[in-house]
C-alpha cells in the first residue's frame, strides 16, 4: 500500500503532486456559531469548539511554506470578522499550518512491481476526510484482486 500524500511526489517521482497550503487561526471567543461561506474566491469558515474557535482559511497551489504569515493571519481575521465583527479583538491563541496532499486527480489503483503487487491511493488535495471511506472500500476491492 502507498498512502504517503504529498510525499508520493519525491517517492514516486510523481510530478502531478502539490502541496496546497492552508493556514488558520485558533482564537479565544465564547460565540456558538458556526459559519461557511463558499461564494467568495477563498472559503473562508468560523468553526466554535469547546475551547476555542478555529477560523479559516487559505488555499495557496504550489506553497510549500509550513511557517504562518501575518499576511494569512490578517486576510482570515480581515473575512472572518466581516461575518463576526467580536472576532477583530478576540485573543489569538495559535496560527497553525497544513498542506493539503494536492495532485491533478486521485490516484487509486494497483500496478505491479517487480510482479509484486502495489497500491496507491493519495492525492486527495482537500477532500481526503470525506473520501477517505469510500477509497478505503475501493482498496479493499483492489487488495482482495480486484
Ligand atoms: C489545511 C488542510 C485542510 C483540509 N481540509 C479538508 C476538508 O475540508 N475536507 C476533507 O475531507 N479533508 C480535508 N483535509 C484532509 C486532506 O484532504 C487529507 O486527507 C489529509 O491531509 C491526509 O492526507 P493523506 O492521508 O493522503 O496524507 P498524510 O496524512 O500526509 O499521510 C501520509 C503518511 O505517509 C507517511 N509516509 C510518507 N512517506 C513515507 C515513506 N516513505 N514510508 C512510510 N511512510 C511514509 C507519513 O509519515 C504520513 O503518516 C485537509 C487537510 C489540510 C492539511
Not at 465564547?30 to 475551547?51: F, G, S, W
Request: proline share 4%; hydrophobic share 35%; net charge negative.
Amino acid at each position: 500500500m502507498n498512502c504517503t500524500g504529498l510525499d508520493s511526489r519525491d517517492l514516486l517521482g510523481d510530478n502531478d503532486v502539490y502541496p496546497i497550503r492552508g493556514q488558520i487561526i485558533r482564537v479565544r471567543l465564547d460565540i456558538k456559531e458556526m459559519h461557511l461561506d463558499q461564494q467568495h474566491e477563498t472559503l473562508t469558515y468560523i468553526v466554535p469548539r469547546a475551547n476555542d474557535m478555529v477560523l479559516g482559511g487559505v488555499a495557496q497551489d504550489g506553497n510549500w511554506n509550513l511557517e504562518p504569515t501575518s499576511k494569512d493571519r490578517d486576510f482570515i481575521l480581515q473575512k472572518c470578522s466581516n461575518i463576526i465583527p467580536e472576532l477583530e479583538g478576540a485573543e489569538i491563541i495559535e496560527d497553525l499550518v497544513g498542506l493539503r496532499p494536492g495532485r491533478t486527480e486521485v490516484r487509486l489503483e494497483k500496478e505491479h512491481i517487480q510482479d509484486r503487487p502495489l497500491v496507491h491511493n493519495y492525492g486527495h488535495g482537500d477532500s481526503g476526510v470525506t473520501l477517505s471511506w469510500g477509497c478505503a472500500d475501493e482498496v479493499v476491492e483492489l487488495v482482495n484482486g480486484g
